[in-house]
């Protein structure tokens, strides 16, 4: 018994050592009251027109930071709005509705900060929910931006100054006009049977390709790859005649321009984007240095 209130009121002295052995002046002893509540947690996404660096990847998505910069230096997005998603346990997944609600929001925002459908340009969007942890601390803010492309497969491309206004009436800076392909599997004629990159370049420059419009596809489940050439090719052909101010028919008479898309990707489609560029396609023994709109039924240039 005595070795027994001996250790008790050790344990007690050690408690009271912990505590400070006293009440320290200017307190009343209770440490549940009297503590200023911790504040809430908060997001601030970068503001419309600032600029950001870091790793980007078009309809992908991605955790990969992104931090500010001045437009003037080199930078791989520029931010063109930005909104709200409603509350739940975790963000938004990326086919999920409240994403494409949320993107077809960017889409607008887009539109009206190049002054024109970024779809028309050598552009792709940046579409950024909230990640994990930003959700677990509150954050509920999307980010719309825009970044440059160095190609028609959207490979991101560093740039600087801004992108505002870059697709003012149709023909911007930025708009996408004549390309040159590379790839694979080059038949006798001159065509490329695999792409591997689409690159915009001047219209008086050699070029193979030009762009004629792009066409959305009708909503629904994601086609099979066969369905997705033959609802393509039949719209993109359409569009070329029109560009060269041809009927389908005549278009079918002449042998020296094929039809060329890119785009209508499952992650794009998944997040509602169902848009296709059409370009014509002439033979790369042949390249042009010219627009061939409303060539009509004359020869190549």
């Known amino acids: 018994m005595r070795r027994g209130r001996r250790v008790t009121v050790a344990i007690l002295c050690v408690a009271g050592a912990l505590a400070g052995c006293g009440t320290p002046a200017g307190t009343d002893g209770d440490l549940t009251n009297g503590w200023p509540a911790l504040p809430a947690a908060s997001y601030s996404p970068p503001a419309q027109g600032s600029c950001l660096q870091g790793a980007v990847a078009a309809f992908e998505p991605s955790a990969s930071p992104l931090r500010a910069v001045d437009c003037a230096e080199p930078h791989a997005v520029e931010v063109v709005g930005g909104g709200t998603v409603p509350d739940a346990p975790a963000p938004p997944a990326w086919d999920s509705d409240p994403s494409r609600a949320a993107y077809a929001e960017c889409d607008k925002a887009a539109t009206a900060y ?24 509150g954050g509920r803010r999307y980010l719309c931006g825009i970044a440059e492309a160095s190609d028609d497969l959207f490979a991101p ?13 149709g023909t911007g800076p930025l708009a996408l006009a004549c390309v040159q392909l590379s790839g694979g599997n080059l ?8 792409v591997d ?14 762009f004629v419009g792009a066409w ?35 278009l079918f008479q002449r042998a020296d321009i094929y039809t060329f898309w890119t785009g209508l990707t499952a992650n794009q489609w998944a997040l509602g984007d169902r848009t296709a560029h059409c370009f014509l396609n002439v033979s790369s023994k042949t390249p042009l240095r010219v627009s061939v709109r409303n060539l009509g039924t004359k020869r190549l240039p």
């Open 216 to 250: 959305t596809a009708p909503a629904g489940g994601y086609p099979s790859q066969q369905k997705l050439k033959e609802l393509a090719g039949d719209a993109c052909y359409l569009k070329i005649a029109q560009f060269l101010g041809l009927s389908q028919t005549q």
């Open 114 to 137: 190049l002054g024109g459908d970024w779809r028309t340009g050598r552009l792709f969007p940046v579409f950024r929910m909230p990640a994990a942890a930003t959700w677990q601390a």
């Open 187 to 194: 038949d006798a004629k001159g065509f490329y049977g695999t």
């Open 197 to 210: 990159a689409v690159k915009p370049v001047a219209c008086d420059a050699p070029h193979d390709t030009e």
């Open 157 to 169: 491309q560093e740039r600087t100054g801004s992108v505002k206004g870059g697709l003012s009436g």
